[in-house]
């Protein structure tokens, strides 16, 4: 029999001034899900960083529910139902990291923008790629490398750099293929969003990533995979 798994979702929130954490609780609350199984923790701070958010929100979970692993996303991003349980699978087999891959949402982003974007990417097993919005880490190997840095951006590709030192098996996949926003505008300077602004004037594309809707053509299919919701996690804006 396995052994029941009990999840502490920890919000970082940084220096919000919209609806944020409210919002978070309501759909919390609408889960329904039981305490025993799951439950969310909301911590607030001035970070203003990527690296300084997550490391607070891992920092708590240690202290306070001494977990075995540590896995990180966005607020921005949808992850497939096996994502969590995948990373832990993995585990068991002696993996210390897991990096999954992330796409720029297909309803949102322009196809002349996404085409760059999917030259520049490999979405296959054993990719190059590094995004905190889809990876895990073993909870002992991540205090041993240091944790996230509190840096702007790029403290997801610190972390791994610091593991690598510290001798962690790591495993890129692109099994836990994760879908975030494709907007043109974020808080980090040289986050996703920023770069993907950069394909858009690259491709002489309007700097303002359009709403989706039933307009927009359908979005070249990504190496490896087609396009669907056989594949693809959903987001939904809020």
């Known amino acids: 029999m396995s052994t029941p798994l009990h999840v502490t ?31 969310l923790k909301v911590v607030t701070g001035t970070w203003r960083s990527a690296g300084g958010a997550r490391a607070a929100a891992a920092s708590w979970a240690l202290a306070n529910s001494r977990p075995e692993w540590i896995a990180s996303t966005d607020a921005d991003t949808a992850v497939p139902a096996h994502w969590l349980t995948h990373q832990l699978g993995r585990a068991a087999h002696g993996v210390d990291a897991v990096l999954g891959t992330v796409e720029p949402d297909p309803s949102e982003c322009p196809v002349a923008v996404y085409r760059l974007w999917q030259r520049e990417h490999t979405l296959a097993e054993g990719h190059p790629h ?23 951006c790029s403290e997801d ?19 836990i293929r994760a879908i975030t926003s494709a907007r043109f505008e974020g808080r980090a300077e040289l986050g996703f969003a920023h770069h993907l602004l950069g394909l858009a004037r690259l491709a002489g594309q309007p700097e303002k990533a ?25 987001r939904k804006n809020t």
């Open 210 to 234: 359009p709403r989706p809707g039933p307009a927009q053509p359908p979005r070249p299919e990504p190496a490896g995979r087609p396009n669907g919701a056989r594949f693809f996690a959903h």
């Open 130 to 152: 590094i995004h905190a919005a889809s990876m895990g880490v073993r909870a002992v190997c991540y205090e041993r490398a240091g944790g996230f840095p509190p840096l702007e």
């Open 157 to 175: 590709e610190a972390l791994v750099a610091a593991l690598h030192r510290t001798g962690a098996r790591i495993e890129a996949t692109d099994r």
């Open 9 to 39: 979702v920890v919000l970082a929130a940084d220096a919000c001034t919209d609806r944020t954490v409210e919002r978070a609780r309501t759909a919390w609350a609408a889960s329904g899900l039981a305490a025993e199984v799951a439950r």
